[in-house]
């Protein structure tokens, strides 16, 4: 969007696969509360498209690479595009446990955050499956919503003493035993079905997959990373120059929200690089990256957009 509204060429590719995919209803983004996720994306999609500078493609790119002072990018389709500057807002992958009906009741029934699904299932039987740290943490934070709260943790709990005790003060029971299947009705969640032959009732669980970047094009650019996540500065600005990143893949927050208002960031200050170099260009005297005004020109010829996004982020 503010990319658009700087009048720059921009090149939206999108795969078309958000982490939010399965969710009937987005919520705690003000202004869409309760939309689903598909019709947010088109509501923005049209938003920014009404922009003449500003096109989409839906494609993969799976190769980037810097040549000179633009990114050379190919997609599965065949296509190569070059660009000045990349946004990168490839976003997270959820890795589903190999637990039978998981991942049918993902985003559904099977939750990740209270913030965006909790209201909704405040106050009946809840279920946290997870173990150690990550089901205590899960543990302290859901029983805010709901006082029918388990722990299931599909084998040994891995809890320190006093966190048992602090539990079970709170009613909080702890299942150790494997989970056979979640058995549920069109991803909603009914019982969980234990290996012994045992089983509970449950409408909601929380849980925590094992999450990594959607993408390798983060890597294969040079990005630094902490932990999972791509390391960026105030800017949006990755540990490569002219590559930025906004959303999931570069921020443990995981909201539409706070993608969102990283993407305007980032969407200003690509412009700001983009201005400076063209200001700096029109003075005729080198800019930044030493490069004289008729480098610049002659290296720009052939680069048709200022800035390409790879993946989608909702709203900018
Ligand atoms: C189950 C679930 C429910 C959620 N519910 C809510 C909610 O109710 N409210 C809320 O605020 N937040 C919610 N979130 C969080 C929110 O969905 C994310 O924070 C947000 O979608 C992040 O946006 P993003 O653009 O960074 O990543 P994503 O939305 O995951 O989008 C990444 C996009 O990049 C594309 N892509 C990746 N690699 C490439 C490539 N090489 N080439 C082209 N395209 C590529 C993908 O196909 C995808 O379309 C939820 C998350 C999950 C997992």
């Keep these: 969007m503010a990319l658009g509204r700087s009048m720059r060429e921009v090149l939206i590719v999108d795969g078309g696969n958000p982490c939010n995919k399965p969710v009937p209803r987005s919520h705690n983004l003000l202004g869409q509360d309760g939309r689903s996720p598909s019709v947010i994306t088109s509501i923005a999609r049209q938003e920014v498209l009404q922009y003449p500078t500003v096109n989409f493609l ?102 320190e003493k006093d966190q048992y005790q602090l539990l079970a003060e ?38 925590r997959p094992f999450m990594k970047q959607h993408s390798t094009l983060p890597e294969e650019l040079g990005c630094e ?17 002219g590559v930025f990143a906004a959303g999931d893949n570069c921020s443990p927050l995981r909201s539409l929200a706070n993608a969102i208002a990283a993407g305007g960031v980032a969407g200003a200050f690509i412009n700001k690089e983009l201005i400076q170099s063209e200001f700096f260009r029109s003075m005729a005297v080198p800019g930044p990256g030493n490069h004289s005004a008729n480098d610049i020109e002659e290296e720009n010829k052939n680069i048709h957009n200022d800035v390409h996004y790879v993946g989608k982020n909702q709203h900018t």
């Design 58 to 159: 839906k494609d993969i790119v799976e190769t980037a690479k810097a040549v000179d002072d633009y990114f050379e990018l190919t997609t599965i389709t065949g296509q190569v595009l070059q660009a000045k500057k990349i946004l990168l807002t490839t976003g997270l992958k959820d890795e589903m446990p190999e637990i039978n009906g998981f991942e049918a009741c993902w985003g559904i029934s099977v939750l990740h955050c209270p913030y965006c699904h909790g209201y909704e299932f405040r106050g009946i039987n809840t279920v946290i499956i997870a173990s150690g740290t990550t089901a205590f943490e899960f543990a302290e934070l859901i029983s805010h919503w709901t006082d029918k709260l388990s722990l299931v943790t599909n084998g040994e709990a891995e809890l």
């Design 170 to 207: 709170k009613n909080i029971k702890i299942i150790e035993t494997k989970i056979n299947r979640l058995h549920h009705t069109n991803g909603y969640l009914q019982c969980i079905y234990f290996e012994d032959g045992t089983s509970m009732d449950a409408n909601v669980a929380y849980a």
């Design 225 to 241: 990373f902490h932990n999972i996540h791509i390391k960026v500065d105030q800017y949006q600005q990755t540990s490569v120059r």
